[in-house]
């Protein structure tokens, strides 16, 4: 326990150093701990509502690009009441922050159109903007301290609100795609009570210079009318094309109050909660069959087997050589004895395949398992939400290294001892241990690194410092992640196991000759169907959230789908376990394990299905189906591992209870 604390403690001040240090790195910096709950802001008469840039962003490339002032208007100057009150990184993450040009005040009511900045486009930036409109760049503008704008669609004489991120910068010609327009004219309304910015609306409009120098002064022109919108010119995106840029304020009053103001982003996704509660009925259907089926196989094959708790008669023994002899492997009959019984002397044999990999995977899914539910119950709790997107950052790293190392090292050193390795071999427990804290991590860490050092080649926003992000990530890793796995570790050696309830026999036992590759294949299939079905809607909506650019606050319902697909997998691999021991197949380690990793390739699948339906098919960057592919199978093998440690546990324990009913005999 002092060496624990006295890594961690070192860890911590090495953690405090970096920040404060890098504190140091600009005055007008956000800071990295910044406050946690947005602050409730009250605007009153002429006093100006700050609205602040942030990075472009598109759905396509995955690539977030710098604000470019040759492109669209300069930013303004941000004063101390604006620094006052600019969003922490809790809300907008590792963003950086630029206060918009925009002049928006709860006195301004006026429908006419205002004079924003004029640019002129050359070839270079003609060439620029024209990427941008391809693929589907967003301007991402915030107001107050982080509330977005909802997107309002006009398809007819329809109005539709999307609740996509940002602003798309431009739009292409519906009769000639290779012309594109930009949307050059926002109509912005701010919904207000008593002060409180309760609503931010924006609709992007294109409209042509010319248009607007041939009005005249006295002439109406209110850019809010749907009827008017199809008869204005647009602005088309060539070079040596002058773009003038204006926008149009309406404050409306609302009876709306402050805490709803981000339930429209929320329960914006097109598919309501009804079809979560029936994703989620529709699982515990599938959960409470399952508890059925294995509790009729355990009354009717165990409980009502008059010969459960005696020793094997002369006559079984014979039949069962003479079976073996023969190759058959047929079912027990009913009535029969219970073939599971003559393994008695096998069945916890260790496994002949490298029983060192398997405490590893074991603990490995364990650190991943204990903390996406710590994460979940966050989600649930509302302290991990999109509202304060930074927290989808700081969250998961600390719970990982917090919840997750000490458990992924106390399961490790439990199943190193069931698989009955060598406790005394103090190399190779520190080798299993090491494994479990650095094989996992490291793998993230270089994944990260290289998406990193490609977004820094690209001049993207998204690339993070060596000084102090990635550094911190290295202090946390090293100093307090790994000597908590080696804490976890030696918890579970002092605390032991339990003996087997029956001894191991010095001869192996033949497994009979017959269809147990297919068997296996069967079984391995229906486990990850069933267990994935589970969770398959639910995995649909966070690729959406994730890659798709919506807002989703179903986390609640992920964590329960998360609870039943562990559930199932327990149910499903119990009852797999004991078929497989009912045709004499003692080799279930491995094969356990098998049958829950499968669900990570369900998963796997699933992603590539998904990938059709999102905008990264579409135009995608190569740097988007990096990421997208190597994102989706990090997390499809992180799947296989906590499940697998599910599946594996839960045969175990099955098992152990099995044959201590019974007392096996000569």
């Not at 007008?28 to 962003?57: A, C, H, M, V």
């Not at 210079?209 to 199809?230: E, G, K, N, V, Y």
């Not at 299939?525 to 909506?541: D, P, Q, R, T």
Request: overall charge positive; hydrophobic content about 40%; charged content about 15%.
């Amino acid at each position: 326990m002092h060496g624990l604390k006295k890594h961690v403690l070192l860890g911590c001040f090495a953690l405090c150093v970096v920040v404060l240090l890098s504190r140091k790195r600009s005055k007008d910096t956000p800071r990295l701990f910044g406050q946690y709950l947005s602050t409730k802001n009250i605007y009153l008469g002429n006093e100006p509502i700050p609205t602040w840039i942030l990075p472009l962003t598109s759905p396509s490339t995955q690539l977030p690009l710098p604000y470019d002032t040759s492109l669209f208007c300069d930013t303004a100057e941000e004063n101390e009441a604006a620094r006052q009150k600019k969003p922490s990184r809790w809300i907008i993450g590792d963003n950086p922050v630029l206060r918009s040009p925009l002049h928006v005040n709860v006195s301004l009511n006026d429908y006419g159109y205002k004079f924003l900045c004029n640019k002129t486009l050359t070839e270079q930036s003609s060439s620029d903007l024209k990427y941008l409109i391809s693929n589907r760049y967003h301007q991402n503008v915030i107001i107050d301290d982080g509330l977005p704008p909802v997107l309002v669609h006009v398809d007819g004489n329809w109005i539709q609100h999307g609740y996509q991120r940002g602003v798309p910068v431009g739009l292409r010609s519906r009769s000639n795609a290779s012309v594109l327009y930009v949307l050059n004219h926002w109509n912005i309304c701010v919904d207000v009570h008593q002060g409180e910015i309760i609503g931010f609306l924006i609709d992007p409009i294109s409209i042509d210079r010319r248009w607007l120098d041939s009005l005249h002064p006295d002439q109406d022109a209110d850019l809010m009318r749907i009827q008017r919108r199809f008869e204005i010119p647009q602005q088309k995106v060539e070079a040596n094309e002058t773009i003038v840029y204006t926008y149009a304020i309406t404050i409306r009053p609302t009876l709306k109050p402050w805490s709803s103001r981000w339930q429209p982003f929320l329960n914006g996704f097109p598919i309501s909660d009804q079809f979560h509660v029936y994703s989620i009925m529709n699982s515990v259907f599938v959960l409470v069959m399952l508890s059925v089926v294995l509790i009729v196989t355990w009354v009717r094959r165990l409980k009502q087997s008059s010969k459960l708790g005696q020793p094997l008669l002369p006559e079984e023994k014979e039949e069962s050589n003479s079976d073996r002899e023969k190759g058959l492997c047929c079912r027990p009959k009913k009535g029969a004895y219970q073939k599971w019984r003559l393994l008695h002397g096998d069945v916890f044999r260790p496994p002949s395949f490298s029983p060192i990999s398997l405490a590893i995977a074991c603990g490995t899914g364990a650190q991943l398992l204990s903390s996406t539910l710590f994460v979940c119950a966050l989600c649930f709790l509302g302290i991990i939400t999109p509202i304060y997107k930074g927290t989808f950052f700081v969250g998961p790293v600390l719970s990982y290294t917090f919840v997750g190392s000490w458990i992924g090292g106390f399961v490790t050193s439990i199943v190193y001892q069931q698989v009955q390795l060598d406790t005394s071999n103090i190399e190779r427990k520190r080798m299993a241990v090491l494994c479990t804290a650095l094989l996992c991590p490291g793998v993230i860490f270089l994944f990260f690194l290289l998406l990193n050092e490609w977004a820094r080649a690209v001049n993207s926003t998204m690339a993070r410092p060596i000084y102090p992000d990635i550094l911190l990530l290295i202090i946390l890793w090293l100093c307090v992640f790994v000597p908590m796995t080696q804490r976890g570790a030696e918890a579970g050696f002092r605390l032991g196991i339990a003996p087997f309830p029956v001894e191991t026999s010095n001869e192996v036992r033949d497994i009979p000759k017959g269809r147990k590759l297919r068997r296996n294949f069967a079984f391995f299939l229906s486990s990850g169907i069933i267990v994935f079905g589970v969770f398959h809607v639910e995995n649909y909506f966070l690729i959406q959230h994730f890659f798709g650019g919506y807002y989703s606050d179903s986390y609640g319902y992920v964590t329960i789908a998360i609870c039943m697909m562990i559930a199932a997998s327990a149910c499903v691999s119990m009852m797999q376990t004991f078929w497989q021991l009912s045709v004499e197949n003692h080799r279930w380690w491995w094969s356990s394990f098998g049958n829950g990793a499968s669900v990570g390739v369900f998963a796997w699948m699933s992603y590539c299905y998904s990938f059709a339906r999102l905008d990264l098919s579409h135009g995608g960057s190569f740097f988007a189906y990096v990421l997208y592919f190597g994102a989706t199978l990090i997390v499809s093998v992180g799947i296989s591992l906590a499940f697998g440690c599910v599946s594996f546990c839960s045969s175990l324990h099955f098992n152990r209870g099995l044959y201590t009913t019974m007392h096996a005999g000569d």
